[in-house]
């Protein structure tokens, strides 16, 4: 209206709903959005609603009251009509009424906008159609546009040449980069409600699967995130997929690969300690005849890995083969190129020829997590004579009660947006992401998680009397006699470099000193895992994505909380000190989480434990060793190859 008294209005409800949602929680906010537009018209009034309506999203509103067909998402409003918007909601300038008026008084109405859209729809096929829909994120109206096609197209075209191009089409944007993983499975969503509609249609005969795949995380391994992405992707690209979940013994693999007259079976592992069962399924399905390609994947498992997988105990390689798969999308491409007859024989050719020139370079072929041991050496330089910390108590202590929003301040949000939430992008357009996507969606599922309670950060922790003896951490009981041994880590050293150890952080028997060390379990429970399994099979596999990634992340968030309250009971610096969990080279060993259960007994009581090949359970759940002393650092003991960069490791 350009009333003085009102040139803060909007500013001011923004404002107001972050107060609310700080001072009273559990209380909700409804707004009437398109008040801030009263006395404009046309485009400029829509762009300035679909503006507000994003600040207020951000601010915490919960509900608010708008004609969807008079606003659009933040992101598609170009960047100068938003600024000069902002301008206006944020009162910048004493000018920023007759500025906005200005640059919006010769555009066209929202109406057009909208209907130019709707003409450039027009103008598609319904085929088109369909495939925008699955590109584009969009669900609502696909049943329609199936039953236009279905006029003229068979149940199984549609499928083969409509449905999985489109797919195709996502996979290869996301390959080149121009989608992100949340995005992929958004459309896989689409997707799904489009080939759930198709099915009434479809009789049930062969064309219609492309072919049935069996997945299994293996023995001893409770990470299956990535596993369920493959599901996704190749279900939704027109494979039978048989997921029998986590920690799947080899037998029951096997045994339901023939049950179901599988055409390929489907290995991941998050870990070499796990990714043993690999090589042992190869051997199993050879000693029973079976010729079905294996695909393997996860974060411990590269390709040199495959290539060993490949090679019997009497060194022929299995005839099927065996396929490292960096991804989902290479598992499908995989999987496509072995389902065509055409093909199948050239890629298992291809595979035998790579492997065995792979075999004759001598090339040593570890996986990523593998990393050698090294024989009791000298003590590095690392001081031995820093002061000893007086901890409050020695024993262990737990913290069962920990403010959920405490540890959200703990997150590592780089970690979560890049590596978790697949945010692969850069520069400006990470940056975007973030603040229109990211940011906004972790918000509301903080909230939800407080409220819902699927997170539940819970710690056990303590202070031990130690010394170190070559290699060794060596931890006593509770009192003060050097020979009274509790637990014995042995840790490697590094052979090259500084040939330092974690052992040498703390100080050596012969100087006759006792040390103290902290170690620390915590968990944010199974409640996550529990929600990430109903989103899968509910198809919502973007909201999967988030929900994993956030626990995961939680966790570790959890542990640098527990940390920091280390740090504070010890009197050290800010960033003094390191906190090392198993399964990184520093610590590779992951049986000596064992000996961590003996030290904190009672993570028992907050529902811990550990699988047979010494995971946690649940999934959500960490331990690790807390070093004190003012040289500590991360780093990995592989030793460097000629010519790689020196790099250091967490």
Wanted: proline share 5%; glycine share 8%; with cysteine.
């Amino acid at each position: 209206t350009g009333e003085q008294e009102f040139r803060n209005s909007a500013v001011e409800t923004l404002e107001g709903i972050g107060r609310i949602k700080a001072a009273l929680p559990g209380v909700h906010t409804i707004l009437g959005v398109s008040n801030v537009s009263f006395g404009l018209s046309g485009y400029g009034r829509a762009v300035l609603n679909s503006v507000f309506l994003y600040h207020a999203v951000q601010a915490g509103l919960d509900l608010a009251i708008v004609n969807p067909a008079h606003v659009r998402p933040y992101a598609e409003v170009p960047a100068d009509e938003r600024e000069v918007a902002e301008a206006l909601i944020f009162n910048r300038a004493d000018d920023a009424l007759a500025r906005f008026i200005a640059f919006f008084g010769d555009r066209g109405a929202l109406e057009q906008a909208e209907g130019e859209q709707e003409d450039a729809l027009a103008g598609m096929t319904v085929e088109e159609r369909i495939h925008y829909q699955i590109l584009h994120r969009r669900k609502d109206g696909v049943e329609a546009l199936l039953d236009q096609a279905l006029e003229r197209h068979t149940p199984v075209e549609v499928l083969n040449t409509v449905l999985l191009p489109a797919m195709k089409d996502v996979g290869d944007r996301f390959g080149a980069g121009e989608l992100i993983l949340p995005f992929v499975l958004q459309s896989a969503e689409v997707m799904k409600k489009a080939v759930a509609h198709l099915e009434q249609y479809l009789e049930r005969r062969e064309g219609y699967t492309k072919g049935r795949v069996v997945l299994a995380t293996v023995y001893g391994d409770v990470h299956d995130i990535g596993k369920s992405l493959v599901n996704t992707i190749l279900t939704n690209n027109g494979y039978t997929v048989y997921d029998l979940g986590k920690q799947v013994p080899v037998n029951v693999i096997i045994d339901k690969a023939i049950e179901v007259e599988a055409d390929a079976i489907g290995l991941s592992a998050l870990l070499v300690s796990t990714s043993k069962q690999m090589p042992l399924c190869v051997q199993e399905l050879d000693h029973r005849g079976l010729r079905l390609p294996v695909l393997i994947g996860g974060a411990a498992i590269n390709r040199a890995y495959g290539y060993r997988t490949l090679y019997l105990e009497d060194g022929r390689p299995y005839p099927a083969g065996v396929f490292y798969c960096r991804d989902a999308f290479d598992g499908l491409e995989t999987m496509d190129r072995l389902s065509d007859e055409a093909q199948r024989e050239t890629v298992v050719q291809e595979l035998l020829a790579s492997a065995e020139g792979h075999r004759r370079s001598g090339t040593p072929g570890r996986s990523a997590a593998e990393t050698p041991g090294a024989s009791a050496a000298a003590r590095s330089s690392v001081r031995a004579d820093v002061p000893v910390p007086k901890p409050p108590f020695w024993g262990t202590r737990v913290l069962d009660r920990i403010d959920l929003r405490e540890v959200f301040a703990c997150l590592d949000l780089n970690t979560l947006f890049r590596l978790h939430w697949g945010g692969k992008v850069h520069g400006e357009e990470f940056e975007r992401l973030v603040r229109e996507e990211f940011r906004p969606r972790l918000a509301r599922l903080e909230e939800q998680a407080v409220r819902e309670g699927w997170l539940q950060p819970r710690a056990v922790y303590g202070y031990f009397r130690c010394y170190a003896e070559g290699n060794d951490l060596v931890v006593l009981s509770d009192d003060t006699s050097i020979a009274d041994e509790r637990a014995r880590f042995r840790l490697p050293r590094r052979p090259d470099r500084d040939r330092v150890s974690l052992a040498d952080y703390w100080r050596p028997k012969e100087s006759g000193e006792l040390d103290v060390v902290a170690f620390q379990i915590v968990t944010v429970g199974g409640g996550a895992s529990e929600l990430v399994e109903r989103l899968q099979a509910a198809g919502e596999y973007a909201d999967m994505l988030f929900v994993h990634g956030l626990s995961v992340q939680t966790a570790e968030a959890t542990a640098e909380y527990v940390h920091r309250q280390i740090r504070r009971e010890l009197g050290l610096a800010p960033d003094q000190g390191r906190r090392y969990s198993w399964g990184y080279p520093a610590c590779p060993d992951l049986e000596q989480h064992r000996l961590v259960l003996d030290l904190l007994p009672q993570a028992a009581a907050l529902d811990v434990s550990l699988t047979a090949a010494w995971q946690w359970v649940p999934e959500q759940t960490t331990a690790a060793v807390v070093a004190h002393h003012p040289e500590a650092k991360y780093f990995s003991t592989r030793p460097r190859e000629d010519g790689e960069a020196q790099r250091e490791f967490p």
